[in-house]
Structures are given as structure tokens and as C-alpha cells.
């Protein structure tokens, strides 16, 4: 398996452009970011935003179901951006999160037969031992939760959590002389078939992939810059159709899982009780979230929205029992998502109850994802909704890990 290969080609950058599209459809919504890269104080430019509300059968729990649909409100998306900024953009990065998107911890140690220097090949193929580690633990994971052997998924990105030579922490073992190493990364891997399906999306488009980031990997790295490097806590990505859990310990990610309920679910009760289109019970559930519904309709709103938040919640308790070898998670819990702009979600998700079955270290608290602390993020407009902060820091974490230090 060329996993390593493939993760060189996705970080060579093609610097033809400072603009670029940062696309997530992994919602009931088509999300696009429209960014600029300022090599002349080297910060990002987020220059517009734009969402189109997808059609529910267009895209459920991680599978492309209406290729054609998608492709017809990106390039919708687009004809609205160009018309605002009359700008040529070619360039695209793609957000991508759970059930397509999977990450694990994976440590590596290394014995060597003399202290002599690092050369590229030992360092290859020291990488590569960590990476079939982390593709077979994955697999094992995956065959726990649903008999799947062999996934079929290629590796994306693979971020340093440690680096040791002879017990000292290193930035890169290539170089370095010792003769005892240990290498810990966060490594992700993406469904084989989503990303040929995004891969058949951008050419109908014209556009050419950058890179194809996890949400969980940007929305961490995004927190250690504003926050501290060594990060314990839990992101919880509440989607359309999914809710992702990513546990996150020593500034990597352990592991994520995700349980196949989330907003758009709320959405088809509220359609069902109060009869009315889809699209219509998704307008009333925003009005909802704002509070903007009279005290009449707002409690009749409520009432089907805590009857599906206890199935939720339900499955969200299974989720963490289901996280082995975890002896305690970190009490900070940050929501991004759609799903995560409903009042009662927090209300639900910080109740005691069902926070005794699982063992935190402390009570659980949310914790504000504040981007205004990223000093190379320059934004036109405020951040209104937390599903937009995934294509944002997306971008972001493209520019910083990728981007600016090739321009």
C-alpha cells in the first residue's frame, strides 16, 4: 500500500494562485470559502463565504447520493462568488469528516544497531512501519464496529504528536543519531470511494484538488495555535446526517468515531409533526435556534426536538462507552457543526446523567472555539453559525501547514 507516497503528492503545492475554494458537502448544506493567500505579511484572507442548501437526498451519513445535485450547487456557489469577486479560481481544498474520514494515534519504537546518523531511506522506512501500524489498528477498530475487513481507504494526512531520539525530543528523526527511537503520529485515512467521487467532482468542475483535509485535524490544529500545543479535550462535529467524536489527547487525535444521527434528523420530525416541506422545517429550526419563534410555536418546536435529542443522546453515551482503552477523557468539549447551534443540545450534552456512565476526569464544559486568537487569519465578516467554522479552518489549517511556507 503506497500510503506514504500518496501523502507526499498531497503536500507538494501548486503556488499559480493565491486564491482558492475551501469546499465542504459533507451537510444539508453545499459550504464554500472563498480565500486569499497575502504573501506580503503572509496571513490568509478569508474574502467571502457562501451556502446552498442541498437536497436531503443529495447527501446522507457520509455517501454521495445525487452526484449531479452536488455538482449543480457548487457551481451555483460559484456563479455567486464571481459575481461579488470577479476573480480566476482554479485552486480548491476539500473538508472531509467522519464516517469518510478516520483518525488513530499510532506509536512507533525503534531499536537500531549503532547510533549512526538518520539517512532519508532508514527514515522512509521507519514511516512506513508506523503507517501499515496505523492502517492495521484502524482496521481492527473498523472490524469491531461493523465487520468490515480490509477497509477500503488511503491515507490523507498524518500529524507529529512526539518524536523521540535516545529520549529527546526531535522535530524530524531524519539527521538525527541515537540509537533507541519512538515516533507518535495522529494518522487519517478517507474512504477510497468519496475521494474518487470528489476527485470526479472537481474535474467536472475544473477545478484542481490542493490537499484533502480532516475537519477534526483543522479544527485541532486550529485550537493549539490559539490555545496551548498539548491539547486534551473532545471535538464533537454535529452534522446533517452524522455526529463525529474526535478524542484528542497530547495535541493529537486517539481516535474518532461517529453515530449515523444528527440535525437533519430533528429536521424530518419537525417536517413529519408539523407537516410542512423539508426545506421549510429547516427554516423553522434555525428560527428556532435564534429565538425568534413565539413562546407557542417555540414549545411546540421543543417538544419534538428533545424527543429525537434523547435518541441522540442515547447513542452519543454508546459512542464513548465504545472508545477502548481510554482510561479517562478530558472534560473540554468543543461543538462545531449545524447540529451544534440548538440550544438544547448543550443543555442535553451537559446534564449530568448521562456523564456518569462514562469516566471524565471532571464534570464536562463546552469551550468556545475563538478564531479571532489565529493572528494569521484575517476575516471580512463574523462567524454566525458554528457549521461555518469547518470550511474556515479548513482553509486555515491548509494555509498554515501547507500554504505559507511554500509561498
Known amino acids: 500500500m503506497e500510503i506514504f507516497k500518496n501523502l507526499q503528492n498531497l503536500l507538494k503545492f501548486k503556488n499559480s494562485s493565491p486564491y482558492f475554494y475551501t469546499i465542504d458537502i459533507g451537510s444539508d448544506s453545499i459550504k464554500v470559502v472563498l480565500s486569499e493567500i497575502k504573501k506580503e505579511d503572509f496571513t490568509l484572507k478569508i ?21 449531479a445535485s452536488i455538482v449543480g450547487s457548487l457551481k451555483e456557489a460559484f456563479k455567486n462568488l464571481n459575481l461579488k469577486h470577479p476573480l480566476k479560481v482554479t485552486n480548491c481544498v476539500f473538508s472531509v469528516s467522519a464516517p469518510n474520514s478516520r483518525t488513530i494515534m499510532s506509536t512507533l519504537k525503534v531499536s537500531r544497531s549503532s547510533k549512526a546518523v538518520i539517512n532519508e531511506e532508514e527514515h522512509s522506512e521507519i514511516m512506513h512501519k508506523l503507517l501499515d501500524t496505523a492502517y492495521s489498528s484502524l482496521s481492527q477498530f473498523i472490524y469491531e464496529e461493523n465487520l468490515q475487513e480490509s477497509p477500503t481507504v488511503e491515507m490523507i494526512d498524518a500529524q507529529p504528536v512526539f518524536i523521540t531520539c535516545d529520549g529527546r525530543p526531535v522535530l524530524d528523526l531524519e539527521g538525527e543519531e541515537g540509537s533507541e527511537v519512538e515516533l507518535c503520529y495522529s494518522v487519517s485515512f478517507a474512504e477510497s470511494k468519496f475521494l474518487e467521487s470528489i476527485s470526479d467532482i472537481s474535474k467536472k468542475l475544473g477545478l484542481e484538488i490542493l490537499s484533502i483535509i480532516p475537519a477534526s485535524v483543522a479544527i485541532l490544529n486550529s485550537l493549539k495555535k490559539g490555545k496551548k500545543e498539548k491539547l486534551d479535550g473532545v471535538i464533537l462535529n454535529i452534522g446533517a446526517s452524522s455526529t463525529e467524536a474526535v478524542v484528542c489527547f497530547g495535541g493529537g487525535i486517539y481516535l474518532n468515531k461517529s453515530l449515523s444521527i444528527g440535525g437533519a434528523d430533528i429536521t424530518k420530525a419537525l417536517s413529519k409533526q ?13 428560527l428556532y435556534s435564534l429565538g425568534k419563534l413565539s413562546d407557542k410555536d417555540s414549545a411546540i418546536v421543543q417538544k419534538v426536538i428533545l424527543n429525537i435529542l434523547n435518541y441522540w443522546l442515547a447513542g452519543v453515551e454508546e459512542l464513548f462507552k465504545n472508545f477502548s482503552g481510554v482510561k479517562a477523557f478530558a472534560p473540554e468539549f468543543y461543538l462545531v457543526g449545524g447540529g451544534s447551534d440548538l440550544p438544547d443540545i448543550k443543555e442535553q450534552l451537559f446534564e ?5 456512565s462514562i469516566p471524565f476526569k471532571s464534570n464536562p464544559e463546552f469551550k468556545k472555539i475563538d478564531v479571532t486568537k489565529l493572528k494569521e487569519l484575517e476575516l471580512t465578516e463574523d462567524i454566525k453559525a458554528s457549521e461555518d467554522l469547518i470550511p474556515l479552518l479548513t482553509a486555515y489549517h491548509y494555509f498554515m501547514s501547507k500554504g505559507m511556507k511554500h509561498e
Open 352 to 356: 449530568e446523567p448521562w456523564t456518569k
Open 274 to 286: 408539523l407537516k410542512v416541506p423539508y426545506i421549510n422545517a429547516e427554516k423553522i429550526k434555525r
Open 47 to 67: 474574502i467571502d463565504s457562501i451556502k446552498i442548501a442541498q437536497d436531503e437526498n443529495a447527501f446522507h451519513n457520509g455517501k454521495i447520493l445525487d452526484e
